[in-house]
């Protein structure tokens, strides 16, 4: 990309920005204009629903983590006015807060990279040509529908399920025998560093809640997959290049865009998970013995800080090794 077209990336504005939707002008004919203008209408449905059914719920919950909220019987509730008590409380008074917020954001890490890693070495398995790759896709697409509700409700409802679960747990117990534990101890004996091989094993124990998470990944990943011509591999094949640097020069580059989606996902997804500890604690906190409005609500708003955060982290790390292909 020569200079001069990264100078009129740059300059690119508000001004710009606002001139795209008035017609009459040299920016509204551009193709950068129209291709804002479709992406704009694009995600048009979802501003209109913030709007009319987030937008009052969420600044009701800020002034809420600001406030002391008493419930009335048959009134409603009534607010005063206390500052950041609520959040000094979350983080300083509330014995479990503070606990399961670092479990969770460690759960987080090792649990998203290893469904971003596996997703993209499932997806880069569907994409080469086999006997039954259409079946097989189907089959890594199921953690979707099956963790979209339904799933949970079988888990947490189901008799035959807990007695399923009950007697794997006996069967584990009657044997003496935990693989994973016992892996753990003979790698300590042998001198090699037990950090890295306890994160290992916390994938490994994790492995259900893994492939159960990557199934938006896989297809995201596979979708980027497919995008790439395979002029390109015909090219490097033709040039001497091996299996292994095209994957390094062509497969990962041209699909680097979309690990920045898919990191991004799984942490809003991680966070919003049924079995979050930090999501338990608060609602335990607004509809359990406490019914403390505010302090839940300073809680909530804490964890979405935590999330933006990490977002934002990620983004400015993988950034640095993303690849555009636009011009």
């Known amino acids: 990309m020569s200079k001069k077209k990264t100078n009129s990336r740059d300059s690119w504005g508000l001004r710009e920005s606002i001139l795209t939707f008035i017609p009459g002008n040299s920016v509204y004919g551009t193709m950068r204009a129209r291709q804002a203008r479709t992406g704009f209408r694009f995600i048009l449905p979802f501003v209109i629903g913030f709007l009319v059914f987030m937008a009052k719920p ?21 607010k ?10 979350a983080l300083s008074v509330d014995p479990y807060y503070n606990q399961y917020l670092v479990e969770e954001i460690s759960r ?7 469904t971003i890693v596996m997703s993209f070495v499932i997806a880069v398995i569907l ?36 007695m ?35 994160v290992l094993f916390d994938m490994i124990d994790a492995i259900y809640d893994i492939i159960m998470a990557s199934g938006i990944q896989i297809i995201v990943f596979l979708s980027g997959l497919q995008a790439i011509s395979p002029s390109l591999y015909e090219a490097a094949d033709v040039e001497g290049c091996t299996a292994w640097e095209a994957f390094w020069k062509i497969t990962f580059p ?34 359990g013995q406490q019914f403390d409005f505010g302090l839940a609500s300073a809680m909530s708003w804490i964890y979405f800080g935590v999330a933006i955060l990490f977002i934002g982290i990620s983004a400015i790390i993988i950034n640095r090794g993303v690849h555009y292909y636009e011009d």
């Open 164 to 198: 399923m679960a009950g007697m794997a747990e006996s069967v584990g117990r009657s044997s003496g025998v935990n693989i994973s534990a016992a892996l753990q101890d003979l790698l300590a004996v042998s001198g090699i560093g037990s950090g890295v091989f306890t």
């Open 254 to 287: 041209m699909v680097s865009p979309l690990l920045l989606v898919n990191t991004i996902y799984t942490i809003i997804d991680f966070f919003m998970k049924n079995d979050n500890r930090v999501m338990e604690r608060i609602n335990t906190v607004m509809y």
């Open 108 to 114: 987080m890490a090792v649990n998203g990279i290893a």
């Open 80 to 89: 005063v006015f206390v500052g950041i008590r609520n959040y000094q409380n």
């Open 58 to 78: 969420m600044v009701e919950s800020v002034i809420m983590s600001l406030s002391n909220v008493t419930l009335i019987p048959g009134q409603g509730y009534d």
């Open 127 to 162: 994409n080469q040509n086999f006997k039954g790759r259409t079946l097989a896709r189907a089959i890594f697409f199921l953690p979707v529908i099956l963790s979209s509700g339904v799933l949970a409700g079988i888990e947490s409802q189901n008799e035959f399920y807990d």
